[in-house]
C-alpha cells in the first residue's frame, strides 16, 4: 500500500500509509476511490488518502464483528495492557503525531505537543486504569439476589446472537462543514474508553485533515491490538458518514461534529436499527467578567478562549458579558492583546496564529464578519485576512439576538457585550439554543456558585476557560448534544448495563 513522506518539525520526516486501516492491514478503497488533503497554510497538496466506499464500511464492520468475538472475552488485563502500550507508542511519536496535525489541520505545533497529545496520553492511561475496573453492584431482593454486570455494548440485529458488538464512528464537522476541532483530542475521548469498555470501533477521520488517523492507526497495529478491534478510515461524511450512521449492524455512533449533521445522525438511526447516539455538537459559549474578576487572569483567559485554534473548538468562550463598569477598559486591554497575533507556518516556533482549516471555513467566518457589520455591532480590531488566514477579530456592543451572537461561527471572531447585573447576565448566557461550556470570572464566591448553577451548560469554570481532564466528563446541553466524553461518565456510555436475576428454589 502506498505511503506519504512529509517534512514535519525540524525537517524530520513522516511516512504515513495512505490507506484505509481495516483488519490491521492498510489496503485500498473500492474503485481506489482517494480524496486530496491540503496544507492550509500552503494550500499545496500533502497527500491522496483512501476514501471509504459504502462497501469498504461493509468490510471494517465485518472486520470488526469477527474481532468482537474474542475481545469481549479477553481479560480485562490485556485490554489495559494494550491501551497503556498504546499510550507508549503515541508518547514515542508525539513529534510525529503533532508534526502531522500541523501539516494537515493548521493546528500550531506547540499546542498539538504540549497539550493535545498530552491530553491523548492522560485520556488513554485514565481509561487503561479503568479497563480493569468495569464492574456492576450486587443488589438485595426477596427472592432471591441480582446483580448488575457492564457489558459492552451489545446488541442482536436480526435476532442473529453472535451479531453482538459494538461499533462507532467518530466523525468530525462532516457533511457540510469539515473543521478540525483537536482532532487528536477528541479520537482518544472515544476510543480509549470504548476500547476499556471491550467494544470494537471504527473511527472515521475528517476528510479535511486525515493524517493524524493514518500514523494513528500505524501505532494501533504495532501496539498490538487484535486484527478488527480498531478501524480507521477516511471518507466524505456524505458517503462514509452515511453508511456507518445508517449500518445496521453497528450499535453506536459517539458523533462530533456540526449540529446539522448530528440530526442527520440521529435520524439515521431510528429509520434504522435505534443504535445508541452520542452527540457533541458544538457551542456558543459565554465568558462572564464580573467587575471584581482578577484583571490579568480575566483577560488572558477570555483572549485565550477565543483565538486558541482560531476559535475553532467546540467550546470557545465566543460570547464576552463584561460589566458595565469596567467594559471600556476591558475592551481596551483585549483588543491590545488579540492584535498581535503571528500568522504563518504553525511548525515555525515564533508564528502564534495558524490558518483555519479550509478556504471554506474562511469564507463561512468572513461572511459572519459582514453580518456582525450589518447588525449595528461596531468592529473593534480584525476582520480581514489573506488566504486561509483570518485575523482575530472582535465586536463590541453585539445585540443579543444579532446572528453573530446567536450562531456557532467557528472562527476567531469574539461577540462583546456589557451587563449591569447578575440576573441580566445569567439571562443573557442563557438566551442560545447551544449549552456547551460556559466561563466566569469573579472573585466573589457566593456569586460564583449562584452564576455556575444557573448556567444551562454541561460545563462551567470558575476563573479559568476551557480546563479539561481526563477524570471530567464533558459534553453538553440543550442542542449542543447529549452523552459525555472523558470521566467514569464516558466508561458508562460505552457500556451497558444487565441485571441478572436469581431466585432461589426453597425445598
Ligand atoms: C486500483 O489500483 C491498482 C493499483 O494501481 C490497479 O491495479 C487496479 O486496476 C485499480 N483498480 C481500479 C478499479 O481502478
Ligand atoms: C437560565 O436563565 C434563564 C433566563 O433567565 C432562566 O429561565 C433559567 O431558569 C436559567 N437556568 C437555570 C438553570 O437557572
Known sequence: MPTVCLKGIDNHLVTVPTG????????????????????????????????????????????????????????????????NKLADLVERDATDLASLEALDAGILYRDSIG??????????????????????????????????RREPIVGSVYKISFLSHLLTVLELRIYWLTHPDIYSMITVWKLAPALAGGNTLIIKTPEASPLYGQKLAQLIAEAGFPPGVVS???????????????HPDIRKVSFTGSAGAGRQVLAASARTNLKRVTLELGGKGPAIVFDDADWENALLWTTLGITVNNGQVCIAGSRIYVQ????????????ARSRD?????????????????????????????????ASGAKLLHGGGGEENFVANTAFLDVRQD??????????????????????????????????????????????????????????????????????????????????????????????????????????
Open 20 to 83: 484505509l486501516f481495516i483488519d490491521n492491514e492498510f489496503v485500498p478503497a473500492t474503485r481506489n476511490a482517494t480524496l486530496d488533503t491540503e496544507n492550509p497554510a500552503t494550500g499545496s497538496l500533502l497527500a491522496s488518502v483512501s476514501a471509504a466506499q459504502k462497501e469498504d464500511i461493509d468490510l471494517a464492520v465485518q472486520s470488526a464483528k469477527r474481532a468482537y468475538r474474542t475481545w469481549r472475552a479477553e481479560s480485562p488485563g490485556t485490554r489495559r495492557n494494550l491501551l
Open 115 to 148: 497539550l493535545h497529545i498530552h491530553q491523548a496520553l492522560e485520556n488513554l492511561r485514565y481509561f487503561a486504569g479503568w479497563a480493569d475496573k468495569v464492574d456492576g453492584l450486587s443488589l438485595t431482593i426477596p427472592e432471591g439476589m441480582a446483580y448488575t
Open 232 to 246: 480507521i478510515v477516511c471518507g466524505l461524511g456524505t458517503v462514509a458518514g452515511k453508511a456507518i450512521s445508517e
Open 324 to 335: 458595565s463598569t469596567i467594559y471600556q477598559r476591558f475592551a481596551e486591554a483585549f483588543s
Open 341 to 373: 497575533a503571528v500568522h504563518g507556518d504553525p511548525l515555525l516556533p515564533e508564528t502564534t496564529k495558524g490558518p483555519l482549516i479550509n478556504k471554506m471555513q474562511r469564507e463561512k467566518v468572513l461572511s459572519f464578519v459582514q453580518k456582525g457589520q
Open 402 to 507: 444579532a446572528d453573530i451572537m446567536q450562531q456557532e461561527i467557528f472562527g476567531p471572531v469574539a461577540c462583546i457585550a456589557p451587563f449591569e447585573t447578575e440576573e441580566e447576565v445569567i439571562e443573557k448566557a442563557n438566551d442560545s439554543a447551544y449549552g456547551l461550556s460556559a466561563a466566569v470570572f469573579t472573585n466573589d464566591l457566593n456569586k460564583a456558585f449562584r452564576v455556575t448553577e444557573a448556567m444551562e451548560t454541561g460545563q462551567v469554570t470558575v476563573n479559568v476557560w476551557g480546563a479539561l481532564n481526563a477524570n471530567t466528563p464533558f459534553g453538553g446541553m440543550k442542542e449542543s448534544g447529549f452523552g459525555r466524553d472523558m470521566g467514569k461518565e464516558a466508561l458508562d456510555e460505552w457500556t451497558v448495563v444487565k441485571c441478572v436475576k436469581w431466585q432461589i428454589v426453597r425445598k
